[in-house]
């Protein structure tokens, strides 16, 4: 059937995977796999025309080995994917995906996320989180956790202002899936002059 290969075949069937513990992170990796598809970045972004799609994890790193497993062998847009970890977002140089795994639960961490978002944003760089509040604080997208018919599930938020100011455009067919579209600037983060 034709209709199984499209992206939104994809999409829901991430969500038709219920977030036990185990494979959370899983299902996070196949996600960031999917996004790499369905963004485009401006062709500035890359060195060469055939340069790696460069997914970072910025400071703690919850994957393990399942990020670096789930992106081996596999292309986005015609090119490879490469996977860093890097301790602070000044390191994240040349990244095209920043995945951040935050915490609510202590200030000094938010305050980090806050900052690291804050520089991430002057680049062409997909911030990915995993907690709402730091759409406010400038994440384009923010994995949440969703209780349906007594089962958890693992979807995502967009916040299309953010990918806008650093030249990013997320496909319809992604912004479809997502549980919402944020496509109002977030409080607190300026419009650029």
């Known amino acids: 059937m034709r209709w199984l290969w499209s992206p939104m075949f994809l999409f829901a069937a991430l969500l038709a995977v219920?977030?036990?513990?185990?494979?959370?992170?899983?299902i996070k990796a196949g996600?960031?796999?999917l996004f790499t598809r369905y963004v485009e970045?401006?062709?500035?972004a890359f060195p060469t025309p055939t340069a790696p799609i460069v997914i970072c994890v910025v400071g703690a790193d919850p994957f393990g080995t399942?990020?670096?497993e789930t992106m081996a062998g596999q292309q986005s847009q015609q090119r490879p994917l490469s996977v860093r970890r890097v301790a602070d977002?000044?390191?994240a140089e040349g990244c095209h995906v920043a995945f951040i795994a935050t915490s609510p639960a202590t200030q000094p961490e938010s305050?980090?996320?806050?900052?690291w978002l804050q520089l991430l944003g002057q680049h062409p760089v997909l911030t990915i989180t995993e907690h709402l509040v730091a759409l406010d604080r400038g994440a384009m997208l923010s994995f949440v956790r969703e209780v349906d018919g007594g089962q958890e599930r693992i979807r995502f938020e967009a916040s299309l202002e953010p990918m806008h100011r650093a030249g990013l455009t997320?496909?319809?067919q992604m912004l479809v899936a997502?549980?919402?579209v944020h496509r109002n600037p977030p409080p607190g983060v300026e419009e650029p002059r």
Request: aromatic share 10%; glycine share 0%.
């Open 89 to 91: 977002a000044r390191d």
């Open 31 to 33: 996600y960031i796999l």
């Open 170 to 172: 997320a496909s319809s």
């Open 111 to 115: 305050e980090r996320t806050t900052q």
């Open 178 to 180: 997502a549980r919402r």
């Open 66 to 68: 399942v990020l670096d």
């Open 18 to 26: 219920p977030a036990l513990a185990e494979p959370e992170y899983s």
């Open 41 to 44: 970045w401006p062709s500035s």
